[in-house]
């Protein structure tokens, strides 16, 4: 299994990205998909999930209303679309697909739900 995430950048504050990660290796529509992000100098944290339909959703308090994670089956990618960018936000972003098939539950959340991950997209929004 392959993840190729993308569409990191530098970005002034109020300012928006969208995040792409590319999926090979595993039929994709049955995975749910998650986005985490690591701050420097601290541990890898949820940002949000989409099940394997994209029926469902989970958004981190921190982000919710202001990021919107989305996913094309037939193009094997899952996004993030990030708005309203804060410099609390800056981190490496790390796209991870689900270990199990069609759980499309609220472990969601945490990081040992996923047993692929992506290289990671470095996000700095500037105040």
């Known amino acids: 299994v392959q993840l190729q995430a993308s569409g990191g950048g530098l970005v002034q504050t109020g300012g928006s990205l969208r995040l792409s990660c590319a999926a090979s290796?595993?039929?994709?529509?049955?995975?749910?998909m998650g986005w985490f992000r690591q701050a420097p100098g601290k541990g890898r944290e949820f940002v949000a999930a989409?099940?394997?339909?994209?029926?469902?959703?989970y958004y981190a308090d921190s982000v919710k209303g202001r990021f919107t994670i989305s996913r094309d089956n037939a193009k094997n990618t899952v996004y993030l679309e990030m708005n309203s960018l804060k410099p609390e936000d800056t981190a490496v972003y790390y796209c991870?697909?689900?270990?199990?098939?069609?759980?499309?539950?609220?472990?969601?959340?945490?990081?040992?739900?996923?047993?692929?991950w992506g290289q990671g997209t470095l996000v700095t929004v500037s105040s």
């Open positions: 989409i099940s394997q339909s994209g029926e469902y959703t």
């Open positions: 991870g697909i689900c270990a199990k098939a069609f759980y499309s539950g609220p472990n969601l959340r945490r990081g040992n739900e996923y047993d692929y």
């Open positions: 290796g595993r039929t994709f529509s049955d995975y749910a």
